[in-house]
């Protein structure tokens, strides 16, 4: 019984601890439900207490009601720490379920976030190749140019000598 109170006490402190994060609102709900458990537990073994020094009988002895009496409000503390394991079952379900959507949202992010790095090398890379085409173009563009402005002094050359030559004559 004493391994009970302890293990409902140190339950109560690691939910109060887990008061401060910060919580959905069924998870909230059910932490208010054990508390209310935890309460009501509380107020029968105060009535518990009292029944154990409550003494009818003659010559102030306890009766077989007082004792009936103290076991049956027992019984029904018995009975609510069963509910209240029940309870912290289900929160505990609750707490579970958060952390396997948060593993889910941290691995459908990590994903979505390699795929975002591979479409950026991607589009990288094909820029790199875009930009040594177009330098290549330009190259080829200035040979163009130079040979289109050679052959234009070439042809502006031999015509030039050509009219010297008929003037000659």
Do not use: C, H, P, W
Not at 65 to 81: A, F, H, P, T
Not at 92 to 99: A, L, N, P, R, S
């Amino acid at each position: 019984m004493i391994k009970n109170l302890l293990l409902l006490l140190l339950l109560g402190f690691g939910l109060q601890a887990a008061a401060f994060q910060s919580d959905t609102s069924a998870y909230q709900i059910q932490r208010l439900k054990i508390n209310g458990l935890l309460a009501e537990r509380s107020e029968r073994f105060g009535q518990y207490d009292q029944s154990l020094d409550a003494r009818t009988g003659i010559f102030g002895f306890q009766t077989k009601r007082d004792i009936k009496n103290s076991n049956e409000i027992l019984r029904q503390i018995v009975l609510n720490d069963n509910n209240i394991f029940k309870e912290l079952k289900i929160l505990m379900d609750y707490k579970d379920q958060e952390v396997k959507e948060v593993i889910n949202t941290a691995n459908t992010t990590n994903s979505r976030i390699g795929a975002y790095m591979l479409s950026i090398k991607k589009l990288q890379d094909q820029n790199q190749f875009l930009k040594k085409e177009a330098q290549q173009a330009e190259k080829g563009k200035t040979f163009y140019v130079y040979v289109i402005i050679f052959l234009v002094l070439a042809l502006g050359g031999t015509a030039f000598v050509l009219l010297k030559k008929m003037k000659k004559i």
